[in-house]
């Protein structure tokens, strides 16, 4: 059973650019959680979505950053005309159901020039 | 609000030797506490978990944690650290499993 995968590993933007990341859950999740981790700091909880439906959204940045998660395909974090302070390492993390533990992926690392 | 602090920002060890990594949290009600591990440029490992029940929890790799309610306190432990335990540790706090809410973490190095 392959864990949580997020790709890319790495992603290099210039400012202004967006920047797509993506997330599929291990298999038989339907519950993702994307979380940002800033150099030096904890993970910050960002986002937390269900099939189709954005569970909560307490987390994320009021503008440039949204998520989704539909019926089929994998979860997409996006983040519209990037910013430097936006380089850091976004993870994702799925589980089976709301009570359930969070199985995190290896993230994503962006970096903004 | 819930917080996380992890007052240990880097611990070193021998190899061997006995390892606890602090953690104390705030949280209003009965918290759902976790102990993750990262190794460099990788995800988080769930080590162990607490909920309800017996408040000291064995987890993975040998390692065990108990929860204190007096001293809102989740401190990681193992009686002989390895040199591939060297990575960083991570205390978490949630409400249920959802919304985790982690502290800064603790750097783990292991000498010789």
């Known amino acids: 059973n392959a864990g949580v995968m997020q790709n890319p590993r790495h992603l290099v933007r210039r400012r202004g650019q967006e920047a797509r990341l993506r997330c599929s859950p291990m298999?038989?999740?339907?519950?993702v959680y994307w979380y940002r981790q800033l150099p030096e700091e904890g993970l910050k909880f960002m986002v937390y979505l269900q099939k189709e439906n954005i569970i909560d959204e307490s987390g994320m940045p009021k503008e440039r950053f949204s998520a989704e998660f539909p019926k089929e395909g994998p979860s997409i974090l996006r983040i519209q005309q990037v910013v430097r302070g936006d380089s850091a390492a976004y993870f994702c993390?799925?589980?089976?159901?709301?009570?359930?533990?969070?199985?995190f992926g290896p993230g994503t690392r962006l970096l903004v020039l | 609000a819930q917080s996380v602090t992890q007052p240990d920002i880097h611990i070193t060890v021998s190899e061997g030797a006995s390892l606890e990594l602090r953690c104390n949290y705030s949280?209003?009600?009965?918290?759902?506490l976790f102990w993750y591990v990262q190794s460099p440029g990788q995800g988080l490992q769930l080590l162990l978990k607490?909920?309800?029940?017996?408040?000291l929890v064995q987890g993975i790799k040998g390692f065990e944690a108990e929860f204190k309610r007096s001293q809102s306190s989740f401190n990681l432990r193992k009686p002989s650290v390895h040199w591939s335990d060297a990575a960083e540790y991570f205390c978490?706090?949630?409400?249920?499993?959802?919304?985790?809410?982690f502290g800064t973490g603790t750097r783990l190095l292991v000498s010789p």
């Open positions: 949280y209003g009600a009965t918290p759902y």
């Open positions: 978490a706090v949630g409400r249920g499993f959802q919304k985790l809410v």
């Open positions: 298999k038989g999740h339907s519950h």
């Open positions: 993390a799925s589980s089976p159901s709301d009570q359930e533990t969070q199985y």
């Open positions: 607490y909920f309800s029940g017996d408040t």
